[in-house]
């Protein structure tokens, strides 16, 4: 058998009408009931309606939760073996969690409403924003959030894949810098439709809460290696792992060397498991001569069950 990882995607995969392939599953409602009771929405109607709250971090946070652990029952329902490794990008390192049984599904949403009130009311709305660069270096989008460095905070946030890497901070120095970007031979500076600055320093306040409130609730060791955002590494104590969990909230995202890691471990395969294939198209950039499929159809479930 190919050696293999399972990767759970995080906000800005989601849609209206994701899911709906899998509706036939009683996992998929049961889920979202049990979500929609912990967060106080319906959150299958975000889903399936026409409507703007789903874009919302406060309700974006448990759906997208929700897409990656029905997705993962369903992959563990139909017979595949266990996956050698688990990541997630952003809040999908929750479900990634979840999938390696350091904590429960209903952990994990208590959580995740907790992280997205602590991350909304971290800045104020209005203040801060996230802009997407593509076609520049890693070098060179940090030497210049470098030079904007003052009174307003700008950085990298997301090392997506090599020449795609998302910033953060304030809405003015983001408008000050994307033609900047564009002058140093980016393809695209442009500022993503989301209210909050997500993994910049302005999170600061809500790391050291999230921190605090992760105290209190009984993790277990990972019975599959979860390689963690903020140091590409898979932890076994757990206080790492909380730790590691808390500060992911004020500091970026390192995707493409997560993903480089499972290559060096001599992963062979990456399945993400959950809607929209975000991850796939990064995924395939970092790793080209990996096998790659995205679970969002019963036809993809056989697809990775060819490859294995």
């Not at 050696?3 to 800005?12: C, E, R, V």
């Not at 757990?238 to 480089?260: A, D, F, G, N, Y």
Request: aromatic share 6%.
């Amino acid at each position: 058998m190919k050696k293999y990882a399972i990767t759970f995607p995080g906000q800005g995969s989601q849609s209206i009408g994701m899911m709906t392939a899998f509706d036939k599953y009683s996992i998929t409602r049961s889920a979202f009931d049990e979500a929609s009771e912990i967060i106080g929405e319906n959150l299958w109607s975000l889903v399936v309606e026409d409507n703007e709250l789903i874009n919302q971090t406060i309700y974006t946070q448990p759906i997208m939760l929700v897409a990656g652990y029905v997705t993962w029952s369903i992959l563990v329902e139909s017979g595949i073996n266990q996956p050698h490794f688990l990541a997630g990008h952003s809040l999908g390192e929750i479900t990634a969690l979840v999938a390696a049984d350091v904590i429960s599904f209903q952990q994990a949403l208590v959580i995740v409403k907790k992280r997205s009130e602590l991350m909304q009311d971290a800045v104020p709305e209005g203040e801060g924003g996230m802009a997407a660069i593509l076609g520049l270096s890693d070098e060179d989008v940090i030497r210049i959030c470098k030079q904007h460095e003052g009174n307003e905070v700008i950085e990298p946030v997301n090392f997506n894949s090599p020449g795609q890497i998302v910033v953060a901070g304030h809405h003015n120095a983001l408008d000050k810098s994307l033609e900047v970007f564009k002058q140093a031979g980016a393809k695209r500076a442009v500022k993503l439709p989301v209210s909050v600055p997500s993994h910049c320093s302005l999170m600061r306040s809500a790391t050291n809460q999230f921190q605090d409130f992760l105290e209190a609730i009984p993790f277990n060791s990972p019975r599959i290696p979860v390689i963690q955002n903020v140091d590409f590494q898979s932890h076994h104590e757990i206080s790492k792992i909380k730790e590691s969990l808390s500060k992911q909230l004020s500091h970026p995202v390192q995707w493409t060397k997560t993903i480089e890691k499972m290559m060096e471990y001599g992963v062979e395969a990456i399945f993400e498991s959950g809607p929209n294939k975000v991850l796939l198209g990064l995924n395939r950039r970092i790793f080209k001569e990996g096998h790659h499929v995205s679970v969002s159809s019963n036809q993809a479930i056989d697809e990775i069950k060819l490859i294995l």
